[in-house]
T-cell receptor
Framework: DAEITQSPRHKITETGRQVTLACHQT?????MFWYRQDLGHGLRLIHY???????NKGEVSDGYSVSRSNTEDLPLTLESAASSQTSVYFC????????????FGPGTRLTVL | AQSVAQPEDQVNVAEGNPLTVKCTYS??????LFWYVQYPNRGLQFLLK??????LVKGSYGFEAEFNKSQTSFHLKKPSALVSDSALYFC????????????FGSGTKLNVKP
């Protein structure tokens, strides 16, 4: 069955370090998304991609970057981790059709000390 | 600006009773509407969506949702709640003119008591 996986599932890092969260999907979807989930805020979009070599900023993109070199993967990089980036991060993917559902990975819990 | 509101942070219901989780939205045009459920330490799971047509949409696990265009609402319902329905529920809206982007509500925690 097609799926979307994220690694690591849990990560503890220190302020100032670079961190990369992996997202891999086997749906063969062109659209991929990164969200963060914080209490009281629901899900907020960080970055998204509509295909290989395409990346776009979401509503909370400061301090994050992504790159898309193939269809299956969209890694999220925190260039210099800050305590405000402590959160749960979800990757999602979808097809390109109207009303296509977004399918989510299991999430990565990141703690920045 | 697009927005989705889930006015209740928490809904408490007894097992066997009907449940409603509310969602209202502010989006230009005719949006596509979604409900997701999240169990502890898990990702979001798709429940159902409204595209067009019948205002009552049926989804997974016995859930359904009613679309009301005049009230810009898309409330999630279930005739008889189960303890296992206890989870966090998210409403999401996708604008028809930019359907690849989703806007999520802040979530409603559903507690079903035995």
């Amino acid at each position: 069955d097609a799926e979307i996986t994220q690694s690591p599932r849990h990560k503890i890092t220190e302020t100032g370090r670079q961190v990369t969260l992996a997202c891999h999907q086997t749906w063969n979807h062109n659209n991929m998304f990164w969200y963060r989930q914080d209490l009281g805020h629901g899900l907020r979009l960080i970055h998204y991609s509509y295909g290989v070599q395409d990346t776009n900023k979401g509503e909370v993109s400061d301090g994050y970057s992504v790159s898309r070199s193939n269809t299956e993967d969209l890694p999220l990089t925190l260039e210099s981790a800050a305590s405000s980036q402590t959160s749960v991060y979800f990757c999602a993917s979808s097809g390109e059709g109207e009303a296509d559902t977004q399918y989510f990975g299991p999430g990565t819990r990141l703690t920045v000390l | 600006a697009q927005s989705v509101a889930q006015p209740e942070d928490q809904v408490n219901v007894a097992e066997g009773n009907p449940l409603t989780v509310k969602c209202t939205y502010s989006v230009s045009g005719n949006p596509y509407l979604f409900w997701y459920v999240q169990y502890p330490n898990r990702g979001l799971q798709f429940l159902l969506k409204y595209i067009t047509g019948d205002n009552l949409v049926k989804g997974s696990y016995g859930f359904e949702a009613e679309f009301n265009k005049s009230q810009t609402s898309f409330h999630l319902k279930k005739p008889s709640a189960l303890v296992s329905d206890s989870a966090l529920y998210f409403c999401a809206v996708s604008p028809q003119y930019n359907f690849n982007k989703f806007y999520f509500g802040s979530g409603t925690k559903l507690n079903v008591k035995p």
